[in-house]
């Protein structure tokens, strides 16, 4: 996305540059997922090392996107304070709830395989003008999300068919895709407090958002308690294979991947 053209001295509607440039953290990342990737692909080393590095590094690239989308969206929208926050510069030790946000989705992604929704840009919607905005803004996170598993997933069918390579490097990819699908589906739920809920919220009645607001700082505890239950968590996981077999993601490569970055059990 262009931003708009920085001054002479050096600021951009008042913001310095520097809060636009990706942070070393976050392109500390881009590097161990790139060097897990050579790894998986050349078999060097522990093979399941090598895919629970290519693919937590890249599920936590993919969660400073998703949460630089939502930032992105929300500067462009009229938050200009944003930017002093740090969320334009990727930098994950900039959101909000690190532990929310970082810790436990990757704690869940290794013990059940799920993509976990963080809670992490803090936006202050008093600066963004109009519904549609607001609804805009929660959306981006999401549709990077969707953007991503759709890329993932064709470079598994493609590469996979063409390019040839480790069963263990498409596995990691495969899982990530799978990954992205599953964040995708949650992050779309109108869960309060959520990225579905929040892209309604604007546009209930005064007493309906009354009471959504009351309930959003619970949205992940409800959303835990949702995915507890047999038969809603059976039919969420029931609706993302479907999602992953209508896109053609081999279900046997993802689960090889959800076994294998478990090197501790090998």
């Not at 395989?113 to 803090?122: N, Q, S």
């Amino acid at each position: 996305m262009a931003y708009d053209r920085p001054g002479a001295d050096g600021l951009v509607l008042g913001v310095p540059k520097a809060a636009f440039r990706p942070s070393p953290v976050f392109l500390g990342l881009v590097a161990l997922f790139a060097v897990g990737g050579v790894l998986a692909w050349n078999g060097y080393g522990n093979a399941r090392f090598n895919v629970f590095l290519f693919v937590v590094s890249g599920w936590l690239v993919s969660l400073c996107l998703h949460e630089y989308a939502h930032a992105v969206v929300a500067y462009r929208a009229g938050d200009r304070d944003i930017a002093h926050r740090g969320y334009l510069t990727l930098n994950p030790l900039k959101y909000t709830h690190p532990l929310l946000s970082i810790v436990l989705p990757v704690v869940v992604v290794l013990l059940g395989g799920i993509g976990l929704p963080g809670g992490a840009v803090w936006v202050d919607r008093h600066a963004i003008p109009g519904r549609l905005r607001h609804t805009l803004v929660s959306l981006a996170g999401p549709a990077t999300n969707v953007l991503f598993a759709l890329v993932l997933v064709a470079a598994v069918r493609i590469g996979t068919q063409s390019a040839g390579g480790p069963v263990e490097f498409w596995a990691g990819v495969a899982l990530l895709a799978f990954l992205q699908i599953t964040a995708s589906v949650l992050n779309l739920l109108p869960v309060p407090g959520l990225d579905g809920g929040n892209m309604i919220q604007p546009w209930l009645n005064p007493q309906w958002r009354k009471m959504y607001d009351l309930f959003a700082p619970y949205g992940f505890l409800l959303l835990f308690a949702l995915l507890w239950n047999p038969r809603i968590g059976g039919w969420f996981f029931d609706g993302v294979f479907a999602v992953g077999d209508a896109l053609g993601l081999p279900s046997w490569l993802y689960a090889t991947g959800l076994d294998l970055i478990r090197f501790w059990q090998g």
